[in-house]
């Protein structure tokens, strides 16, 4: 048995080696896209696709793994399948070819966050672990690879984007190797058919799911644009990876403090508070293109991405039954990384192309729908496991 300190070690590797991937991908991947050729509305259409299917395939992985009380070995075959589907970009030509291989690398890479996150917020658990502390790491490297992209970008092109990720894809499928598995053997159980349909008649967890929906599609523009946009008005790209650092970077502040905000406030209202921040964000995003107020709304991502996050896992490890985690996890992936997000990403194209910066305008009205569910699950939840029996 490893120890809690290799254990630690081992979540947070998985961590940093996942979202070294997303510090490539969030900022620099539209600008690969346009590279090859495709329109922002195309872009906004291949990112919401693979968003789409999230919604059907995610929890059916999910569920499965419960019912197997499986971990690692799905873990691997995703890690696998997303990059082939990234090596497929090689050789793909034209929008439906290019849609066709991000189906593929999209839906597995996006299988893999989820599923990660119910091994570590079950060690961390068991363990008395402190997940803002491990979660850091992630948060760091997506600093490293988003400001290293920059420079990245101008120097070797945009297809250096592509031959970053398979690089760390590389890393990837060495972390999910690693994972801590269950130790002990158990039988399929019962209870967990129809996981699915017994949490979504829950009108807390639904709840959940529209505050944390919302609050995550709220990024739409932010992550499908921004960087096209900040290259428009001038913003060098070593600039751009920059601005992306410091909004992470701010993050990290959060993760470190998260047990003390987390006993403060409580889960629900942390997602209230990242509902908030958001509202304030995103006006202040449409307002002006000003370097100034760019460099300090990206503070604000400590609380729209990492205030929201850090309230949404713990909602997760607390209020859902331990036999349904897997499941619980994957729900909120696939509304709030997939129905919530494909149905913005799908706009934000439109949006962006028609209104340029004001699109974030749009964003803030989402926010704010995002603040009613979250205060709504604040005084409708007690705190305590779900009981689906």
């Excluded at 948060?139 to 420079?151: H, N, R, V």
């Excluded at 129809?194 to 609050?215: D, M, N």
Aim: aromatic letters at 12%; a positive charge.
């Amino acid at each position: 048995m490893a120890t809690p300190t290799v254990q630690a070690f081992r979540l947070s590797f998985f961590f940093g080696a996942v979202f070294a991937v997303v510090g490539v991908m969030a900022p620099f991947w539209p600008v690969f896209l346009k590279a090859r050729g495709l329109t922002a509305p195309e872009i906004g259409l291949l990112l919401s696709a693979g968003l789409w299917l999230r919604v059907i395939l995610n929890p059916l992985i999910a569920q499965w793994a419960d019912r197997r009380g499986e971990r690692r070995r799905p873990l691997l075959i995703l890690s696998a399948a997303a990059m082939l589907g990234f090596l497929c970009f090689l050789f793909a030509e034209g929008f439906w070819g290019l849609l066709a291989v991000n189906l593929v690398a999209s839906i597995a890479f996006s299988s893999i966050i989820p599923l990660g996150e119910t091994v570590v917020l079950a060690t961390v658990y068991r363990l008395g672990l402190d997940y803002g502390r491990l979660r850091i790491w992630g948060s760091l490297t997506f600093i490293a690879t988003s400001f290293a992209g920059g420079p990245m970008l101008a120097v070797f092109g945009s297809w250096s984007v592509l031959w970053a990720i398979l690089a760390l894809m590389l890393v990837v499928v060495l972390a999910c190797a690693l994972l801590p598995e269950r130790t002990e053997t158990k039988s399929p159980a019962p209870k967990t058919s129809g996981a699915v349909s017994r949490l979504l008649r829950q009108p807390v967890f639904l709840l959940f799911l529209v505050a944390g929906g919302l609050g995550n599609a709220s990024h739409a523009v932010l992550y499908g644009f921004a960087t096209l946009h900040w290259r428009s008005v001038g913003y060098s790209d070593v600039l751009v990876g920059l601005l992306w650092a410091e909004g992470v970077a701010a993050e990290i502040v959060l993760f470190w403090l998260g047990n003390r905000l987390l006993s403060r406030f409580g889960a629900a209202n942390l997602l209230a508070l990242g509902a908030a921040a958001g509202i304030i964000r995103w006006t202040a995003m449409g307002l002006s293109d000003a370097l100034w107020l760019a460099l300090l709304t990206q503070i604000l991502h400590a609380f729209t991405f990492g205030a929201a996050h850090l309230g949404a896992m713990h909602f997760i490890a607390r209020a859902a039954p331990e036999d349904m985690s897997a499941t619980a996890q994957s729900l909120h992936g696939a509304v709030g990384a997939g129905i919530a997000v494909g149905l913005v990403m799908a706009l934000a194209g439109v949006l962006y192309e028609t209104f340029a910066n004001g699109a974030f305008y749009f964003m803030a009205g989402i926010a704010a729908a995002s603040l009613l569910a979250a205060l709504a699950l604040a005084k409708a939840w007690d705190g305590q496991r779900m009981n689906l029996s």
